[in-house]
T-cell receptor
Framework: DADVTQTPRNRITKTGKRIMLECSQTKGHDRMYWYRQDPGLGLRLIYYSFDVKDINKGEISDGYSVSRQAQAKFSLSLESAIPNQTALYFC????????????FGPGTRLTVL | GQQLNQSPQSMFIQEGEDVSMNCTSSSIFNTWLWYKQDPGEGPVLLIALYKAGELTSNGRLTAQFGITRKDSFLNISASIPSDVGIYFCAGYVPGTASKLTFGTGTRLQVTL
């Protein structure tokens, strides 16, 4: 079984709809991250959480919110989706410490019409 | 935000050839990571580098942490069709609390 899972894998929605993307991990890591990937732009950090009570904005947090329900679960919400939020979304986890290595989920492809 | 310049953007090579790609930054990094992303999947870690000058291998892959701490290189020897994918460099700027900065990727295509 995969260590980092994301649901759904694909989603098509309409402008203005509320969308939630979910991430679960079995790696026992404290740190979790949400990234967005657009063609030619690499991955950009949306939000990150170092433990259940710690939530931090990343590079591109506007239009997004997150919830860390438990050590193993971190969800990303788009309160009112817009077309330029069409992208690939990845969740990642890490243990923390010097030289921290992040492990990625399989991604969610979101299309906003 | 911080940018990592990755080159080349894409490569089209023949099976059996060696491949080189690099990543440069205007800032010093204290960790360099190289990831590979297959179509429809998330990035998978290939090699992690933690010290300036470090040279690390993983099978046919070799990566180096540049002496200036502002660059890194990834080499793939004797490429095979399953090497196809997008390769990303990523790194941590000191003091940025585990916030990885990613390069824009090198798309590798291998022909028989």
């Amino acid at each position: 079984d995969a260590d980092v899972t994301q649901t759904p894998r694909n989603r098509i929605t309409k402008t203005g709809k509320r969308i939630m993307l979910e991430c679960s991990q079995t790696k026992g890591h404290d740190r979790m991250y949400w990234y967005r990937q657009d063609p030619g732009l690499g991955l950009r950090l949306i939000y990150y959480s170092f433990d259940v009570k710690d939530i931090n904005k990343g590079e591109i947090s506007d239009g997004y919110s997150v919830s860390r329900q438990a050590q193993a679960k971190f969800s990303l919400s788009l309160e009112s989706a817009i077309p330029n939020q069409t992208a690939l979304y990845f969740c990642a986890t890490s243990q923390g410490g010097s030289g921290d290595t992040q492990y990625f989920g399989p991604g969610t492809r979101l299309t906003v019409l | 935000g911080q940018q990592l310049n990755q080159s080349p953007q894409s490569m089209f090579i023949q099976e059996g050839e060696d491949v080189s790609m690099n990543c440069t930054s205007s800032s010093i990094f204290n960790t360099w990571l190289w990831y590979k992303q297959d179509p429809g999947e998330g990035p998978v870690l290939l090699i992690a580098l933690y010290k300036a000058g470090e040279l690390t291998s993983n099978g046919r892959l070799t990566a180096q942490f540049g002496i200036t701490r502002k660059d890194s290189f990834l080499n793939i020897s004797a490429s095979i069709p399953s090497d196809v994918g997008i390769y990303f460099c990523a790194g941590y700027v000191p003091g940025t609390a585990s916030k990885l900065t990613f390069g824009t990727g090198t798309r590798l295509q291998v022909t028989l």
